[in-house]
């Protein structure tokens, strides 16, 4: 079956940093989805990247989907408190069924 | 307005005995999906309904899982004979629509299910 991993599984920056995220899929996507979770919290949708290579930024959240639509990075700039959360990719692969990646746990040193 | 629901926050019960999870949705969202979520992992797909038909029950681990939405809004999730292995964080999401591609999912909070 399809299959989502991230990596890393876990990102220590210091505040102020930048760092990537990845996401890569077993299979092709029809469109990949991005989730941010808060300690305690529950997913909230930040965005949703269809074409290849599509790129989308959201303030200091850069999003890119590979090519072939089967990668996609989150790009975080100048990372402050407020990124704490665990990130997540979800894709489709077809049908409406979302497979989620194990996400990567962002903790922001100040 | 109002997101997603879902009642009993937090389920303790006894192995062998049955629990039914509830999950409201946004008021004219057509999709509603249901998760389960380990501690540290991503939400795994469980089964969706489009309205009140269940589209795909691919996710549900065995028989002993079924889920319902019988008017097209709320939605029970049912395990019957718990086991402690059942033990998880069960999250139920909603979408406007299902179309050409799939519009984002409103998670609700979850209902903390702890078998004994």
């Known amino acids: 079956g399809q299959q989502v991993m991230q990596i890393p599984q876990y990102q220590h920056v210091q505040e102020g940093e930048d760092f990537t995220t990845y996401c890569n899929s077993s299979t092709t996507l029809s469109n990949i989805q991005w989730y941010k979770q808060r300690p305690g919290g529950h997913p909230v949708f930040l965005i949703q990247?269809?074409?290849?290579?599509e790129v989308k930024k959201q303030k200091r959240l850069t999003f890119q989907f590979g090519e072939a639509k089967k990668n996609s990075s989150l790009h975080i700039t100048a990372t402050q408190t407020t990124d704490v959360g665990t990130y997540f990719c979800?894709?489709?692969?077809?049908?409406?069924?979302?497979?989620f990646g194990g996400g990567t746990r962002v903790l922001v040193k100040p | 307005g109002a997101g997603v629901s879902q009642s009993p926050r937090y389920k303790v019960t006894k192995r062998g005995q049955d629990v039914a999870l509830r999950c409201d949705p946004i008021?004219?969202?057509?999709?509603l999906y249901w998760y389960r979520q380990a501690l540290g992992q991503g939400p795994e797909f469980l089964t969706y309904f489009n309205y009140e038909a269940q589209q795909d029950k691919s996710g549900l681990p065995n028989d002993r899982f079924s889920a319902e939405r019988p008017e097209g809004s709320i939605s029970t999730l049912t395990i019957q004979r718990t086991e402690q292995r059942d033990s998880a964080m069960y999250r139920c999401?909603?979408?406007?629509?299902?179309?050409?591609?799939?519009?984002?999912?409103?998670f609700g909070p979850g209902t903390r299910l702890t078998v004994t």
């Open positions: 979800a894709g489709y692969a077809a049908g409406n069924k979302l497979t």
């Open positions: 990247l269809v074409k290849s290579g």
């Open positions: 008021s004219g969202h057509v999709s």
């Open positions: 999401a909603s979408s406007l629509a299902a179309g050409t591609y799939p519009y984002e999912q409103y």
